[in-house]
Every structure is written in structure tokens, then in C-alpha cells.
């Protein structure tokens, strides 16, 4: 049967089984810019089975808020726990273009990469692809209620999409997959509001990484409950909050008053409100699906989903709350605070630390002058160099704890980084005690150390930089970074030259090296008279005459069961 309603027949055998199986709850979820993450999106779900094609269908209404007129920027939705696998949908587009369109593209990846149109990840994955059909796509000006805060203003325009992922359980390359009967979907969310298309919106078009803190997040959604036996695109009310999603966990019950919100909306799309039709991609005319021709309009109206889990101003992130799966809250946030954001932020203390301060410094008090003169240099390279390590410990500790997964060239040469400062670690300790055993004689462990930590220094430097950079700190932050280090090799390769020149054997041929005695001077824990790891260990230390040697018998005597001890750990 053609025509804008439906039979009496089938009007009736609608509402019985809507009566008998279908408890509705509409659904949908909208973040705005400082609610814990930069979103400035929203979106609505429908389950709809559609028993012509024998499959479940999900009817999406999207939204992308756009503040002063941007054609910078997407945002995302994805089908699944984490990026690899996900199905996407991703829009972008320029408000201010004459015919206001807006693409949508959908991609998938097989990592943390950029993702790709799913035609273009076919070896990655090869099974069924749902149909996405794309009813609009388009801005329009923007005339609703809501005033951003932060951004003291309201959006200028709406992004808005309406399309239908036909057989979208059938998607197969999502971890723990997509399921049509399931009250926590696993969803994702992303979006970057920087990048600059250059004119270039076309739907294979590459896109930049999310806002890295701020710009992606992760959703449990209740597909069981948002389904319908009638297709519609879900009303959106950008003045509430989230409905039937979680951000933390599986979403709660549908309250009553959900359900009964639910019947009315199911009653007005059957009982002949004004509706178009969209073919469902079977072509027969009997089995088209009622849909609203309004389904763009922002106002709430009688179909608009209430607010049950939040008002708009309330804080999805209570801290306490916080199991691992929340959205990371922006660097800088105006309102609200976040544990795992600041945890972060503490990662990049305990790791920058050591690499722009620490490790530097114990360079310089081993080659000083002054530390050397007075005796000290030995002690004060090691005791600044174990809080050093000892603070990059405690840094990479909370970056696994913190992390959900290990995917990213920042992560991996941090692994790298902390296994060779154990390496490091253990060759100092090491060289110390067997050049103090051996009567001062140069160890293959002593120029390892040596080469070993001028290449962790500027590689850990380099990760500094990188994790200022994912965490989005601005350039000033970066640059100041990256001078210090600058400056720090150019003062330590002078000051390592002029410790060369000083050593007192450092212009003879063929020195003669360390008795045990000086070795064990040389290398007592409570202070030292030359730099330890030099680069020519056979240059004579300097000799301490008969009276100090005859007064500090008895300290060497001591240091000795010191050493002997520590050798045996």
C-alpha cells in the first residue's frame, strides 16, 4: 500500500505488539564544550527491526555544534569499544557554503591511525559491511536555547546528519562486536575542532588526530531499550543530558516515566502526524517507513526525550566516581575536575622532570669543578640521578595505570626509555663496585653507561616533547621545553671538555692507573675527588698525601665492608 498512513489493519497490529515487546525508551546523548571534553555534538538512536529485510537497522540523528560561523573541524561516532574495528561516522563541512552541505564519510582502522573509508580496509577486514544510507546531510543556522559558557556564546550553526546503518549487527570487525539486544552497546565518540580542510571536504579526505585529552571518549548505550517497531529519527533536546547512555557504565533501568515518555512518542509517529516516506532500500512500495519530515528541528516537543540522568549544567565526572572509562576532561577546564586528567597531568610532571632538570644536573655535578674540588662530585651524581629514576618510576607507573591501551609511538618508546634507565641503573651500580674490587681498573660497563646515557637523554627529551604535544600544550609550553634542552647539551659539552682538560693525567701517554686504595677513595659513597665515569678511566685521581691517607685509614676500612656488602646484593 502508497501513502503518507498506514492501514487500520496494520496501525493495530503495531500497537499490540508494541503493547505485548517493545518497551521504547528514546535515547540520546549530547556533550557540549567544557562538559568534560570537548564534544559541542549530540545524537539520537532508533532500533528498528525491519521485517522485510529480516535484519536491524539504526536510525541516527546527528548533530555537530559550530561557534562563530567554523568550517574547522569534525566529530565522530563509532560503533565499538576502542578505534580499531570500529565503524564510523564521521562529519565535517563549511556552514558558510551556498548550498550549507555537510559530508559524511564512514570509515574503519586497524589501530590507533588515522581511519580510512571501510573500501580502503578490506585487508584488514573483508566481512559485511552494513549499508548506510545518508538522508541528509546539511547546516542550518542555529536558533536553539543553548549558550555555551566557555565559549559565551551560542553556536552560530548545526551540523545535522539523519542516516540509516542498515544490518548494523552484521558489522564484524568491532571487538566483542555490535549486538541489536544488548543494554550496553559499546560506542565511542571523538572530534577535533582545529583542523583546517583547506577547502577540501570530500569523503575520502584525510582527518588530524582528535583533541588528545578533551576530544574523544567512551559510551555504553541501551540498543535493547531504544528499539521500535515503527523508523523515525529520535528528537534531540540539546538542553538536557544523556538518556539511556552511560559514560561510565551500563546505563540504569528505563525509569516509568521513560517508558511512558516512550509510548507517547511511538503513539504520535503511528497516529498520523505529518510523515514522508523513506524507502528502505527494498523497493517495494508496501513496505516504506514512516518517517518525520521535521526530523532536524531543534525545539523539544512532544517527542523530545526527558532528562533523566543529568540537568545541563551537572557534572558527568563527579570525582570518586571515576572507574577507567570516563572521558578525559580538557587541560584547562572552567568548571570541573577530573581524576584521570589529572593524573596525566602528573604523568608529564614526573616524567619531564627528570629529562629537563634531573638527569642533566647529574651530569653536571659529576664534571663540575666545584663538586670535584670539594670531593662531592661522585655522591651528588647519584643521589640526584636515583631521584631521578625514581621520579621517571613513579611517572611511568601512573601512565599504565592511566592508559587503556598500548598503541601509540609516544607509549612504546617510553617502554624503551624505562628499560634502558634500568639498564642504566644497574651498569653505574655495577661498574662502581667491580672498579672499586678490581683496583681501578676500566670496565666494559663504564663505556656503556657512558654512550648509553647520551642516547637516552635526547630521546627522552624527544618523548617529553611528543607527550606535551599529545596532551596539547601550547607551543610557548613546547618551546621552552625544547630550549632548555638545547641549552643544557651545549653547557654539558663544555663543561665535560673543560673536565678533560683538568684530569691530571689527560695530557700523558699510557697513565698508570689507580691503586685499590685510591679506586676505593675515589669511589666512597660520602664524597669523591674526580668525575667517575670519564672517558679515559686510566688517568691517574689525584693523590692524597701520607697524613690524609693515614687519617682516613679508618674510613676507608669502613667503606670497604660498605662495598663488600652492596657487592653481595
Known sequence: MRGSFLSLPATLA???LSTLTIAYRPLQFVKHTGQSGRADQAFSMVNYFNETTQQSDLYVHMWMFRYKSSNKGWASLGLGPRMK??????????????????????????????????????????????????VTAHFEDYTGDWYSEQMQAKPSHLGIADFIVRGYDRWGAAELGVSNETTKQAMIWSSNFRQDFEGDFSVDRAIDMHQFGLGFGFLWVDLLNARSDVAFFGAINELNDHTGISETAEPK????????????????????????EVDNGTGEGDSKEAVPEDSGDKAADESTPPATDATPDSDTTTPGADDGSKVEEPVKSVKQWNIRSMMWHL?????TIPFVVGYPLAVYLLRSPRTSAAGTAFN??????????????????????????????????????????????????????????????????????????????????????????????????????????????????LVVGQARKRRPGAMQKGPTAPTADEAEE????????????????????????????????????????KLAKLDRV
Open 347 to 351: 604523568h608529564g610532571f614526573f616524567m
Open 85 to 134: 574495528g570500529a565503524l564510523m561516522f564521521i562529519i565535517y563541512g563549511d556552514p558558510n557554503s551556498e548550498d550549507k552541505g555537510m559530508t559524511l564519510t564512514v570509515r574503519t582502522v586497524d589501530g590507533h591511525h588515522p581511519p580510512r573509508p571501510t573500501d580502503e580496509m578490506k585487508e584488514f577486514y573483508s566481512g559485511d559491511v552494513p549499508e548506510v544510507e545518508v
Open 14 to 16: 503495531i500497537l499490540l
Open 380 to 493: 651528588y651524581h647519584w643521589t640526584v640521578n636515583s631521584l631521578s629514576s625514581i621520579s621517571v618510576s613513579i611517572g611511568a607507573l601512573i601512565g599504565f595505570v592511566n592508559s587503556r591501551s598500548i598503541s601509540i609511538t609516544h607509549q612504546y618508546i617510553g617502554i624503551l626509555i624505562v628499560c634502558a634507565l634500568t639498564v642504566q641503573l644497574v651498569l653505574g651500580w655495577r661498574h662502581h663496585v667491580v672498579f672499586v674490587a678490581t683496583g681501578g681498573r676500566k670496565t666494559w660497563m663504564s663505556t656503556v653507561h657512558v654512550i648509553l646515557g647520551r642516547v637516552v637523554f635526547p630521546v627522552g627529551i624527544i618523548n617529553v616533547v611528543s607527550g606535551l604535544m599529545l596532551r596539547h600544550y601550547g607551543w610557548p609550553v613546547i618551546s621552552l621545553c625544547i630550549a632548555l634542552a638545547v641549552v643544557e647539551v651545549v653547557v654539558l659539552t
Open 522 to 561: 675515589y669511589f666512597q659513597l660520602g664524597g669523591d675527588d674526580d668525575d667517575e665515569f670519564s672517558d679515559d678511566d686510566d688517568d691517574e685521581t689525584g693523590r692524597l698525601n701520607a697524613e690524609e691517607r693515614v687519617k682516613k685509614e679508618a674510613e676507608r676500612d669502613e667503606q670497604r665492608k
Open 253 to 276: 533501568p528505563p525509569t516509568e516515566d521513560e517508558l511512558k515518555k516512550g509510548d507517547e512518542i511511538i503513539a504520535a509517529q503511528i497516529g498520523g502526524g505529518s510523515t514522508s
